[in-house]
């Protein structure tokens, strides 16, 4: 087979995802002869298409399966998307606002029907993507949250909570989204800071001429209020608890009461308390027991509150509100203010507190067994910094809302008895998987479904046992085999939306743990650390690096910045250097192998002949102890960063370079032994770094094993053991490489001709390194362009020489006649007066306060870094000077 001379990654990529799809490469099934790995993707929503975040998760997951099936393990890993809920009916619900219509146009069953319509149109579009970057998942077990087998699973999880007291209905205050028309539970709200006011407003006293002034961002909610509350450490309002205020505008009469809830530091250090409107004020009432006056809608208009202000919006009523206040002279005063604002995490729509009839999860004991499951250690965090943040997390955690008012979604399978007329009766409800045939109770045939759905991260959290249809049989082989699973890997931002559910409920209906390592990554930003978004014009498009850089670059350029629990930076330049290292792997396996061609039996019996040889295996062995632990302990970006150190450096600048005397050698055993040696260590180097550039490592590995029968691809290959051979060749080598660096260096700074044969003199200060140069003495001629050494002891510095002091030696480079010494002198002069200008403009921003608070931190370190390498500059150059004197 040839090897093209320029790396088609095209064509390649497309050749090889076809081949593990059509053969079933990342196939499994149970088998108890062999121990499993098994992962779960987390379900990209089917509204989605791939961005940069889901690149990373599903890159770090694919590398993560791929090690282990070179282990040898039986893996699985499963796809799936997830039907989205809010996101996905918001979609759709846009589509149809073009047509000029609402759902309610189409009536409930019609607009379903558009939804299952449009998802089987578009909802697939991010598994095409996972195919092309690679993503070794068992396509045959593909998953979807709405699909038969996960809505059996979620109506039976359903009705066991519910028969089991666990699934209750009440009206408590949750969050609710406006533009969504539904209730949210706390972790799907998300915080932006907004700039606002503080209203000052005073509340005058029942029984005197005084009266307490309260600190507000919520003048409009005033109307709700059932108590003003201060500190009961706060002297200021001492004489003042227990005292009876008269709300402003209205005259109702309210307590001022005391709570360890309110900031004596926050405005006035009072503060107005509406528990239907407020979690805190929520809270502080039921402490209290004071009443509850609901005065906003699930529209957004205000209702029980006075005629004029009566169906107004939030903000309408604020305005009003403030206006009648200022004319009423109850406004104290108003100040600029910048507080956190709930929006909705689906579509950034205001988030209000309500009170609503909703169905609610107890979670106290399941939070209780998960919390004791990871401080027994039988799951694990990496990094291990997240385990705090989660077990207090679950610690206070507070009932599940899973009740949505929308129509996509699995309906809360709960029924109610209803009379001739459709009226509900006073029986019980009933969670069934259908409709009952008939009332225990009335003995009625007549029932309604609960109109509200579940929250979609019900379904998630079922999903490491509905994947392997829990819903229709719990006691399958594959369930028993291959759960729990081994690890999951997923971003920090949904450790409490998703992984503490999944742990609750795998403990809950398996009682067991999901998995037993958790692997948190961080996002990725863009080279200022700023987070990728459409607003920000900074979004990097992976399809697009893919198409035009490969997509081992992206995998590569990925991997090495994946610091598990860190955000990571990529850039533009991040993909082009990854795509030249996928290019120097493609040229350096080239040279072996167009040079291996019609040579027999190589490969068969690695004998190592020089020291080199001895030193590259034992790199290799060395290197491959690390990225091996690098990959179980999921540090995939220093297992990235030992590849590319090991490869590009030891393996093709200074092993390759160093055996091309050899290869083209007239003695064939010589050729042959040091060809065996360049396979062998370029097969290991594919193993190891296959995982992580996956196509390029099956192409060259295909081309290296074309004699072989029965050939195993290198996803089916287990790793090859390598043995550490000799660790004196490492220090021999580091004679070796400073002799050859340090000449290197010294004709760069001398401006000496890359292709010019110079003579060499070697005055010996250690003899035990004499012995190693003299030996290796042809390899410092052809890598440098020596033409003749001489060796010594008291040598003494010939005029006009450069000098460079390497490992045991001085070495004298004799320049008389190879360069013009004075139009050297003056380059040099020149390259000084360059460095100091650097030195001033990077010294004159780094003392720029202006810069140094505007400036991202990766910013300042590159200035720094100028600022550091002119200084140094100036230094070499100085030393070179003194060469010509």
Known sequence: MEMEKVYNSKKIEEKWRKYWIENKTFSAKSDKNRKPFAMVIPPANVTGSLHMGHALNATLQDIIIRFKKLQGYNTLWVPGTDHGG?????????LLMKEGKTKYDLGREKFLEKMWQWRAETGDTILDQLKKLGCGLDWDRLAFTMDESRSKAVKKAFIRLFDKGLIYRGKKLVNWCFRCGTALSDIEVEYEN?????????????????????????????????????????????????????????NREIKIISDYAIDKSFGTGAVKITPAHDAVDNEIAKRSDIETIEIINTDGKMMNVPPKYCGLSVEEARKEVVKNLEAAGFLVKTENYDHSVGKCYRCSGKIESLMSEQWFLRVREMSKEAVDATNAGRMSFHPQSWKKPYVLWLENLKDWCISRQIWWGHRIPVYYCVDEKGNRTDCKPVASFDKPSECS?????????????????????????????????????????????????TGHEIIYLWVARMVQFGLEFMKDIPYGDVFIHGIVRDKRGKKMSKSLGNVVDPCDIMDKYGTDALRFALAQTAAPGRDMQISEESFLAARNFVNKIWNASRFIIMNSKNVAGLDENIQSVEFVDEWILTELARTALKIKASYESYNIDSAAREIYDFFWTKYCDWYIELS??????????????????????LKSALQLMSPIMPFIAEEIWRILNRNEKNIRIISESPFTEIKDVNSDSIEKMKVLQDIIVKIRTLRSEMDISPAMWIEALFNILDSDKEKIAMENESYIKQLVKISSIRFGKNITRPKNSALAVASGFEIFLPLEGLINIEKERARLAKGIALAKREIDRTSLKLRDENFIKRAAESEIEKIKLRFREANLKIERINESLKFLE
């Not at 108590?227 to 402003?248: C, F, H, Q, S």
Request: hydrophobic content about 40%; aromatic content about 12%.
């Open 194 to 250: 907004e700039s606002s006011n503080l209203w000052y407003i005073k509340y005058p006293l029942r029984d005197s001429d005084g009266y307490i002034v309260i600190a507000t961002t919520r003048p409009e909610t005033m109307f709700g209020d059932t108590a003003v509350a201060v500190n009961l450490d706060d002297e200021r309002y001492a004489e003042l608890i227990g005292k009876t205020v008269k709300l402003p505008l209205v």
């Open 441 to 489: 109770c009335c003995k009625s045939k007549n029932f309604i479904q609960d109109e509200d759905v579940l929250d979609t991260w019900f379904s998630s959290a079922l999903w490491p046992i509905s994947v392997f249809n829990w819903g229709e049989d719990e006691n399958n082989g594959d369930l028993k085999y291959f759960y729990p699973e081994s690890v999951l890997a």
């Open 660 to 681: 091309k005397i050899r290869v083209m050698s007239a003695d064939l055993n010589i050729k042959k032994q040091t060809l065996s040696i360049l396979i062998y260590v």
């Open 86 to 94: 809010i996101a996905t009916q918001n979609v759709v619900e846009k």
